[in-house]
């Protein structure tokens, strides 16, 4: 089993559409966990910390569940310039801190 | 904030040379930084974690003679790839963890080994 996946994609969007990506992970002792995007031929910038009473921000809405050791992102009123891909990433725990990051989902918003 | 200034960008190189790849941190010290490569459409995968002043810690399968890491200061981190080879070709990235204020990222190098 992979250790951090998700939605292959691709997503293709209108603009103004509501998109929802999922993550699973597999390591139960795992402490913080992230959703980063990605342009193309880029470094991951950080979109949001994911806590397990969920958080928002603006159009984006992230949930963690612990239990089912899952993890999700709603994007609300897709722009044009959310295209891009959506890493999922957890934080090993212990003392180790190193990061695992999924595959990403490409997400596409058309006008 | 805090910035983490990667060196080169990009590179590109004959089969059979060696690259540096230089990580710097710029107004923090960064004692603990993680080395990434990416392949096409593949998820970020570690290589090794150096720590100031020690060894470097290698994932499983990454060669430690081939991936040369040096983390002698606390401001400088380098990743020297030797003897590169075509499929040595990614994207390599250095994460610096900084204490409770979390990850800063390299901009990443985008090495092509021809």
């Known amino acids: 089993r992979k250790e951090v996946e998700q939605d292959p994609g691709p997503f293709n969007v209108p603009e103004g559409a509501t998109v929802a990506f999922n993550c699973t992970y597999s390591n139960s002792a795992s402490q913080s966990f992230f959703w980063y995007r990605q342009d193309c031929r880029k470094e991951p910038k950080l979109l949001m910390s994911v806590y397990s009473s969920g958080n928002e921000d603006g159009r984006f809405t992230a949930q963690l569940n612990r239990a089912s050791q899952y993890i999700s992102l709603l994007i609300r009123d897709s722009k044009l310039s959310d295209s891009a891909t959506y890493l999922c990433?957890?934080?090993?725990?212990?003392?180790?801190?190193?990061?695992?990051f999924g595959k990403g989902t490409l997400l596409t918003v058309n006008p | 904030g805090a910035v983490v200034s990667q060196h080169p960008s990009w590179v590109i190189c004959k089969s059979g040379t060696s690259v540096k790849i230089e990580c710097r941190s710029l107004?923090?010290?960064?004692?603990?930084m993680f080395w990434y490569r990416q392949f096409p459409k593949q998820s970020l995968m570690l290589m090794a974690t150096s720590n100031e002043g020690s060894k470097a810690t290698y994932e499983q399968g990454v060669e430690k003679d081939k991936f040369l890491i040096n983390h002698a200061s606390l401001t400088l981190s380098t990743l020297t790839v030797t003897s590169a080879h075509p499929e040595d070709s990614s994207f390599y990235i250095c994460?610096?963890?900084?204490?409770?204020?979390?990850?800063?990222f390299g901009s990443g190098t985008r090495l092509t080994v021809v």
């Open positions: 994460i610096s963890l900084r204490g409770i204020y979390g990850y800063t």
């Open positions: 107004d923090f010290q960064a004692t603990t």
């Open positions: 990433v957890v934080e090993d725990g212990g003392s180790n801190y190193k990061l695992t």
